[in-house]
């Protein structure tokens, strides 16, 4: 069982959806990290949390610590929002980066 | 303001042929720096870090090997490629260890025939 898995794997939606995409892990973590890698590969960083909820113009991110459960919404979803987003969280001696596979979003118009 | 540079963006080498894959960074000093390797179909894998100057570590037992020759340079290096090393490469940054952010570089897609 890997450490950290994402639902979906894959997500189609239409413009102006709410979606969802959810990370479950199973090490214990001091951070979780929402990454969005674009179709060219670059990854950028969207949030980095610990607990609660962060809001980033339509992105909201959320982690329930207890639960070890964390998702990623995006309101009123555009094509542009077409990507992989990866989950990753601070495990290992060193609190280094284990990813999740990622989830791939498809927002059609 | 901080960037981070890699390069090649691509790469095509043939199977036993040497490899070298660079990566700078620069607006910080005294960075953190990691190598991630993203196969096809699979999660991003830490490869190797590095809190200084001449301090590797490795996360993975592989035919790669990394080296910090200055505080913001990060090679990775291999004498013979193996078809498994087909992968997209990717240098990141952070200001600690831990918890910090870490800052993605634009990554070295690697095709090995």
């Known amino acids: 069982k890997n450490e950290v898995e994402q639902s979906p794997q894959n997500l189609t939606a239409q413009e102006g959806e709410f979606i969802t995409i959810n990370c479950s892990y199973s090490v214990g973590i001091s951070a979780l990290h929402w990454l969005q890698q674009h179709p060219g590969g670059g990854i950028v960083s969207l949030f980095m949390l610990s607990s609660g909820k962060k809001k980033h113009g339509r992105l909201i991110a959320t982690i329930n610590i207890q639960e070890k459960h964390s998702s990623l919404h995006i309101t009123a979803s555009h094509p542009r929002d077409s990507a992989v987003y990866i989950c990753?969280?601070?495990?290992?001696?060193?609190?280094?980066?284990?990813f999740g596979k990622g989830t791939k979003l498809s927002v059609k118009p | 303001s901080q960037t981070i540079h890699q390069w090649p963006a691509t790469l095509v080498q043939p199977v036993g042929s040497p490899l070298s894959l660079e990566c700078t960074v620069e607006g910080t000093s005294n960075p953190n720096l990691y190598w991630y390797r993203q196969a096809a179909g699979r999660g991003l894998q830490l490869l190797f870090y590095?809190?200084?100057?001449?301090?590797i570590s490795s996360e993975v037992p592989q035919n790669l090997s990394a080296s910090r020759p200055q505080d913001r340079q990060f090679i990775l290096s291999s004498k013979k490629l193996l078809l498994s090393d087909s992968g997209f490469y990717l240098c990141?940054?952070?200001?600690?260890?831990?918890?910090?952010?870490?800052?993605f570089g634009p990554g070295t897609r690697l095709t090995v025939l």
């Open positions: 990141a940054w952070s200001k600690g260890a831990g918890t910090d952010t870490q800052y």
């Open positions: 990753a969280v601070y495990g290992g001696s060193q609190g280094n980066l284990i």
């Open positions: 590095s809190v200084g100057i001449g301090q």
